[in-house]
């Protein structure tokens, strides 16, 4: 499947990102620390450690609570692709958890 396909954990498409290489790298080794946490003054992804540290899920796409409070920080206005993507995730909330 090309890169571009293959969705984050938090079900974002980092394949096409324009931050892709450019401070972000490949999804895989970023794992809970994107480059946005530190321009959010995090030290973890939310998302990420509720996804796979804590519930232990491939993709937030498992979640019944898909699109939930902790998406709030990289719905950041510096990143508006987050914002776009975020936004699409939400219209394609039932194609996510059907390709379960």
Do not use: Q
């Not at 096409?16 to 973890?44: A, H, M, Q, Y």
């Amino acid at each position: 499947m090309p890169e571009d396909t293959l969705p984050a954990v938090c079900c974002l498409f980092c394949g096409s990102c324009i931050n892709l290489g450019n401070g972000c790298e490949d999804r895989d080794d970023v794992k809970e620390k994107p480059f946005w946490t530190e321009l959010i003054g995090i030290g973890i992804s939310p998302v990420y450690d509720c996804c796979v540290n804590t519930r232990h899920y491939g993709h937030c796409g498992e979640c019944s609570e898909l699109l939930c409070d902790r998406y709030d920080p990289i719905k950041n206005p510096a990143i508006p692709e987050h914002r776009i993507g975020i936004i699409n995730i939400g219209k394609d909330r039932s194609r996510i958890r059907a390709n379960n």
